[in-house]
């Protein structure tokens, strides 16, 4: 079955202290990208990435850090979480040609 | 800069009746997306438009793409209550084979159907 997978699914941290988010696909994939939803404001996105080492900013990408080692998997590192980064998180991958996006079921983030 | 704004935000209806949410961009684009989200769920894609005049049907929910109006439409005929979730439109304005795709979704249109 064709899936982007997440985890954790719900994580309660601390500021300050460092997490990842996993994100990994079996579509084969080249182009995966993570956004963050908000009340009122939809999904924004964070980081995309082109293919394997190929990484770049999308439109809030502050205290966000991506790597793309793999083909596959996408983690969204959170250096030192504030309380402004509560929010539900979603990794997404790309089918090339449409440019349709398939998301992974979402990480919900609280940061105390 | 790209903006998507969808019309209305808020939408409740009864079943049977029909209806229609708008999604206005700002920017030329010719690919636009419709996804639908249930509550403390995904996002699941409903509708891929890439070029002017596009329709798509399934079920009772119709989307269309007019480029030049920069609007998009999802009709839904005979409402019932299993459409009840948000719908959010998403215009990209620079395509994948280019390098970056740049895809901006509107607000989410929630989507109450009563009986």
């Known amino acids: 079955e064709a899936q982007v997978t997440q985890n954790p699914r719900y994580l309660i941290t601390v500021t300050g202290k460092k997490l990842t988010v996993t994100c990994s696909q079996n579509?084969?994939?080249?182009?995966m990208s993570w956004y963050r939803q908000d009340p009122g404001l939809g999904l924004r996105q964070i980081y995309y990435s082109m293919n394997v080492e190929v990484t770049d900013k999308g439109d809030v990408p502050e205290g966000y850090k991506v790597s793309r080692k793999e083909k596959r998997n996408f983690p969204l590192i959170l250096e030192s979480p504030s309380p402004n980064q509560t929010s539900l998180y979603f990794c997404a991958s790309t089918r090339s040609g449409t440019g349709e996006l398939f998301f992974g079921e979402g990480s919900r983030l609280t940061v105390l | 800069e790209l903006k998507v704004e969808q019309n209305p935000l808020f939408l409740s209806m009864q079943e049977g009746k029909n209806y229609t949410i708008y999604c206005n961009y700002s920017?030329?684009?010719?690919?636009l997306y419709w996804y639908r989200q249930d509550p403390g769920k995904s996002l699941e894609s409903l509708f891929v438009?890439?070029?002017?005049?596009a329709v798509k049907q399934e079920g009772r929910l119709m989307a269309s793409l007019d480029t030049k109006a920069r609007l998009s439409t999802l009709h839904i005929t005979a409402a019932v209550h299993d459409l009840s979730a948000t719908y959010f439109c998403a215009v990209d304005h620079s395509y994948i084979i280019q390098g970056a795709q740049k895809l901006v979704f509107g607000q989410g249109t929630r989507l109450t159907i009563n009986p």
């Open positions: 579509m084969n994939h080249e182009y």
């Open positions: 438009l890439l070029s002017n005049g």
């Open positions: 920017t030329t684009s010719d690919r």
